[in-house]
């Protein structure tokens, strides 16, 4: 008996998820094209609406697919599984793409009205911890810019061991005598720029000349 209950149970059908959105059309097409941007006119009438039940249609789980439906893809008996792919297909079309950063980019710049408003609220509010930035960034899009001097010391130095090794040279071939050196560069210091002076100037090689005989 327990058998035949879960054949029972297995057979029932299984609930579907039901589409959040209607799939009516919410965005009217332009009937000009001269309002459109260039990507969005070079769009088939399909993808036209597609895009444009995309920017102004609801968001969330399953508004790519209702915004498919709405503008014509698929019949009113496709399968989800079937909308999911032409939605797939019509959403990742490279004029589809073109399409969609055009109209945002619209979106944006529209946008940007609303924050410049924020900005300049905060900009008048003395006791906004902002308030300075909010000046300085109003000043600077209002071609007012802020200019920052720097100050850039360039120091020249010089080497005063290279310098030391010279004159070291210069007193030996005067004949300076070494309690005089010792005085001028101290005994430690004569000593390491004897060593520098010494390693640097060529080593003469000892030998004696032995004078062939003719053959």
Same mark, same amino acid.
């Given at each position: 008996?327990?058998?035949?209950?879960?054949?029972?149970?297995?057979?029932?059908?299984?609930?579907?998820?039901?589409? *959040?959105?209607?799939?009516?059309?919410?965005?009217?097409?332009?009937?000009?094209?001269?309002?459109?941007?260039?990507?969005?006119?070079?769009?088939? $009438? *399909?993808?036209?609406?597609?895009?444009?039940?995309?920017?102004?249609?609801?968001?969330?789980?399953?508004?790519?697919?209702?915004?498919?439906?709405?503008?014509?893809?698929?019949?009113?008996?496709?399968?989800? $599984?079937?909308?999911?792919?032409?939605?797939?297909?019509?959403?990742?079309?490279?004029?589809?793409?073109?399409?969609?950063?055009?109209?945002?980019?619209?979106?944006?710049?529209?946008?940007?009205?609303?924050?410049?408003?924020?900005?300049?609220?905060?900009?008048?509010? %003395?006791?906004?911890?902002?308030? %300075? *930035?909010?000046?300085?960034?109003?000043?600077?899009?209002?071609?007012?810019?802020?200019?920052?001097?720097?100050?850039?010391?360039?120091?020249?130095?010089?080497?005063?061991?290279?310098?030391?090794?010279?004159?070291?040279?210069?007193?030996?071939?005067?004949?300076?005598?070494?309690?005089?050196?010792?005085?001028?560069?101290?005994?430690?210091?004569?000593?390491?720029?004897?060593?520098? $002076?010494?390693?640097?100037?060529?080593? $003469?090689?000892?030998?004696?000349?032995?004078?062939?005989?003719?053959?």
């Amino acid at each position: 008996m327990v058998m035949i209950a879960r054949r029972e149970e297995s057979s029932a059908p299984k609930r579907r998820r039901s589409r *959040k959105y209607s799939a009516e059309p919410l965005v009217p097409i332009p009937d000009s094209d001269e309002s459109l941007g260039p990507a969005m006119r070079a769009l088939t $009438l *399909k993808q036209r609406r597609f895009v444009m039940e995309l920017r102004f249609g609801p968001a969330g789980y399953g508004s790519e697919i209702r915004a498919a439906r709405a503008a014509g893809y698929g019949t009113p008996t496709s399968s989800d $599984l079937s909308m999911r792919f032409l939605t797939h297909q019509a959403l990742h079309s490279p004029r589809v793409q073109a399409a969609l950063r055009e109209v945002g980019g619209k979106i944006i710049r529209a946008e940007a009205f609303v924050s410049i408003r924020n900005v300049s609220k905060i900009a008048s509010d %003395l006791d906004h911890r902002d308030c %300075l *930035k909010a000046n300085l960034a109003l000043m600077d899009r209002g071609g007012f810019s802020v200019e920052t001097h720097y100050t850039i010391t360039v120091e020249h130095k010089t080497d005063y061991t290279q310098q030391a090794l010279e004159e070291l040279a210069t007193f030996r071939r005067l004949g300076v005598e070494r309690v005089r050196l010792e005085e001028i560069f101290g005994r430690d210091g004569l000593y390491h720029l004897e060593q520098q $002076l010494d390693a640097a100037e060529p080593k $003469l090689i000892e030998g004696e000349c032995v004078e062939a005989a003719a053959g």
